[in-house]
């Protein structure tokens, strides 16, 4: 391969920059932050970074500035641009929810008819009116979505929530939840067989990492009579590792357990009469 590099476009700064520069350093990739810089080169690995304002992402992707882009969904269907979405990175977690003042009693989409909402998704406010037959003005502004009722300017909002706090703090309630949203990678679609090439190694690594963060290590003691029930218990990649301990009649049994089902097997492990049970977590798995 010649000088072919992969242009990557993330967040300069807000709440995607630090989980995205550390999804690439999970990768394995080194890029340099430097304050106010618009790009950067990794030093290890084919790659381009460019450090943008989130909404501009689509746009740059779609007209090739950048060829992929870490952005969140709701940015990405609010923009609808001519881009693919490639892959869910999992971090920057968040909902486009409606919320309406504490005191009023929602009983539906309908009792939108007529209302002034505000927010910075006029599309995505607009989509979901229509898919539910209502009628209301949607006002766009572009930050502080929250403090529109309280100053009289809407008597809705639709704006992302992660904790709700915020829009407890200012005597909202949600009541509707148009979109879920978390970081994804996005493509250009017409992506040059070189560019493909390193994508596909970037998501490669993505992929792994990804699935070791959904998966703990496991390190058990186990009495050998009781061996044959705790290994039915564990899924292991294969099965289980057993390996005679010192002391006699004793083994060990390592194994990989998913995030979700952990709780589960480790009291199950117990019941069974697993002891020193160790739990660690995995850098990387590829399978
Ligand atoms: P920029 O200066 O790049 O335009 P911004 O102010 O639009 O930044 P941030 O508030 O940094 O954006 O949010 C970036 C993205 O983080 C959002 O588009 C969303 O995908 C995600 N996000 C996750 N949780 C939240 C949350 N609680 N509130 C807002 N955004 C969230
Ligand atoms: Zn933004």
Known sequence: MGQAKLK???????????????????????????????????????????????????????????????????????????????????????????????????????????????????????????????????????????????????????????????????????????LQSQAVLIKNQQLGEEQQAILNKLLFRIQAVKKAKNTKYVLLNAPNEKLEEIISLLPGMKSPTVLPLAEKGWSSVHSVLSESEFWDIIEKLKAAGAQGILVVPIEKMII
Do not use: W
Not at 46 to 71: H, K, N, S, T
Not at 110 to 134: C, H, M, Q, W
Not at 149 to 160: K, N, V
């Open 8 to 178: 990557l476009a993330i967040q300069k700064s807000g709440r995607l920059h630090d989980d995205s520069m550390r999804l690439l350093k999970e990768c394995g990739i080194d890029v340099t932050n430097g304050v106010n810089k618009l790009k950067s080169e990794a030093s290890n690995f084919p790659l381009e970074v460019f450090f943008l304002r989130d909404d501009d992402i689509p746009q740059y992707v779609e007209d090739a500035v950048a060829d992929i882009g870490f952005v969140g969904e709701n940015v990405v269907y609010e923009k609808k641009k001519k881009i693919d979405v490639t892959e869910k990175l999992g971090f920057g977690k968040c909902r486009l929810s409606i919320a309406v003042s504490k005191g009023e009693n929602y009983t539906g989409p309908g009792f939108l008819n007529n209302k002034r909402i505000a927010t910075s998704y006029p599309v995505l406010v607009e989509d979901f009116l229509k898919a539910n037959n209502v009628k209301a003005e949607i006002h766009e502004i572009s930050g502080s979505v929250e403090i529109a009722p309280g100053i009289g300017l809407a008597e809705a909002i639709c704006d992302l929530v992660s904790s709700g706090s915020t829009l407890f703090m200012n005597g909202l309630h949600e009541v509707e939840t148009i």
